[in-house]
């Protein structure tokens, strides 16, 4: 069973960055692509980045892009999402992603199969 981990919430302030970790365990984990999300209050879960399986191919969200960088680490089992230039409405839960074995970088929650138990992250103006 595959298992992912997140860490590196917290509280930043306007302006400020952010680094999370998602480590991954019980399965090969360059067979996966790796994705973000986050859901803030009230708001369904939206894409952030996506990263493919070995790290080739990037996606970010239109909202992110620019101030955001997903990479991930194949001989750690961990991939990053670093999040510069904070604004308020950054404030979520961030979860980590991932999916088996697909050929292209995927951007909808329903295209992922396993998930993280979430990070929250609270920025402050």
């Known amino acids: 069973q595959v298992q992912l981990v997140e860490s590196g919430g917290g509280s930043v302030q306007y302006g400020g960055s952010l680094r999370l970790s998602c480590a991954v365990s019980g399965d090969t984990f360059t067979l996966y692509t790796m994705g973000w999300f986050r859901q803030a209050p009230g708001k369904e879960r939206e894409f952030v980045a996506a990263?493919?399986?070995?790290?080739?191919?990037?996606r970010y969200a239109d909202s992110v892009k620019g101030r955001c960088t997903i990479a991930r680490d194949n001989a750690k089992n961990t991939v990053f999402l670093e999040l510069n230039s904070l604004k308020p409405e950054d404030t979520a839960v961030y979860y980590c992603a991932a999916v088996r074995r697909v050929p292209n970088i995927v951007t909808y929650p329903s295209d992922y199969g396993y998930w993280g138990q979430g990070a929250r992250v609270t920025v402050s103006s």
């Open positions: 990263i493919s399986r070995s790290g080739g191919m990037t």
